[in-house]
């Protein structure tokens, strides 16, 4: 049984529409029954130019990626088993243009993930979430900027809808990620804690267990 398939695909071509299609155009593929297994052998191989999809499959008896593509499963759209994309790390050179449009510092911990060997580009579970990169950070936040007082956030990802997720750069590293809808105008208020610190957000989301909360999320207020 295979539980779980790494695809890696040029970073510039679209998503195949079947896991048949999906196994036949990867660059290369990894699979099986450990998750955590999979994922770290899929990242191993993203960079520059080349990212990675990792699939949920359907219960199955195969023995290996290859025969997906003449099985019943293979018929699966990728979009329903698809639950990590992975892309290459920013530059720091991409980080710093980004921070010098913001006019402000991202918190350090953030810029070392960014920047790393391989970056969580989007996740698909209960929660949607599409990680910014360092450019689309700063282009999405300053257009919020555009008719609301700068308030020394950060937007860093998005839900597919209006959601945002920030980080407070007043306290680097000490920002928790807190939640709120970009129509609103009313600064921080409003805006609700979803993880206490930028490392539990990142193992929450590259685990697949982020959700966000609304009746139980405290509402975040800053130590000004």
């Given at each position: 049984?295979?539980?779980?398939?790494?695809?890696?695909?040029?970073?510039?071509?679209?998503?195949?529409?079947?896991?048949?299609?999906?196994?036949?155009?990867?660059?290369?593929?990894?699979?099986?029954?450990?998750?955590?297994?999979v994922?770290?052998?899929g990242?191993?191989?993203?960079?520059?130019?080349?990212?990675?999809?990792?699939?949920?499959?359907?219960d199955?008896?195969?023995?290996?990626?290859?025969?997906?593509?003449?099985?019943?499963?293979?018929?699966?759209?990728?979009?329903?088993?698809?639950?990590?994309?992975?892309r290459?790390?920013?530059?720091?050179?991409?980080?710093?243009?980004?921070?010098?449009?913001?006019?402000?510092?991202l918190?350090?911990?953030?810029?070392?993930?960014?920047?790393?060997?391989?970056?969580?580009?989007?996740f698909?579970?209960?929660?949607?979430?599409?990680?910014?990169?360092?450019?689309?950070?700063?282009?999405?936040?300053?257009?919020?900027?555009?008719?609301?007082?700068?308030?020394g956030?950060?937007?860093?990802?998005?839900?597919?809808?209006?959601?945002?997720?920030?980080?407070?750069?007043?306290?680097?590293?000490?920002?928790?990620?807190?939640?709120?809808?970009?129509?609103?105008?009313d600064?921080?208020?409003?805006?609700?804690?979803?993880?206490?610190?930028?490392?539990?957000?990142?193992?929450?989301?590259?685990a697949g267990t982020?959700?966000?909360?609304?009746?139980?999320?405290?509402?975040?207020?800053?130590?000004?």
């Amino acid at each position: 049984m295979i539980g779980w398939l790494a695809a890696l695909r040029s970073a510039e071509s679209s998503e195949a529409g079947t896991l048949a299609e999906a196994v036949a155009h990867a660059a290369a593929t990894v699979s099986g029954v450990d998750f955590d297994e999979v994922v770290a052998r899929g990242r191993a191989a993203v960079e520059r130019g080349i990212c990675c999809d990792i699939y949920q499959l359907p219960d199955n008896e195969l023995d290996g990626a290859a025969a997906i593509v003449g099985a019943d499963i293979g018929a699966t759209s990728v979009y329903d088993v698809r639950r990590f994309t992975y892309r290459a790390g920013s530059s720091l050179e991409e980080v710093r243009a980004a921070e010098e449009s913001l006019g402000v510092p991202l918190p350090p911990r953030w810029v070392d993930y960014l920047t790393g060997p391989s970056v969580l580009d989007l996740f698909e579970g209960e929660e949607y979430l599409d990680i910014f990169t360092p450019a689309d950070i700063a282009d999405v936040t300053n257009a919020y900027y555009e008719w609301v007082p700068r308030i020394g956030a950060a937007m860093i990802a998005g839900d597919g809808g209006s959601g945002r997720l920030l980080l407070d750069t007043r306290f680097g590293d000490d920002s928790p990620v807190v939640f709120f809808y970009s129509g609103g105008d009313d600064g921080w208020e409003g805006t609700t804690v979803q993880a206490d610190s930028i490392d539990d957000f990142i193992a929450s989301a590259e685990a697949g267990t982020f959700e966000v909360v609304f009746d139980d999320a405290r509402e975040y207020r800053p130590r000004v």
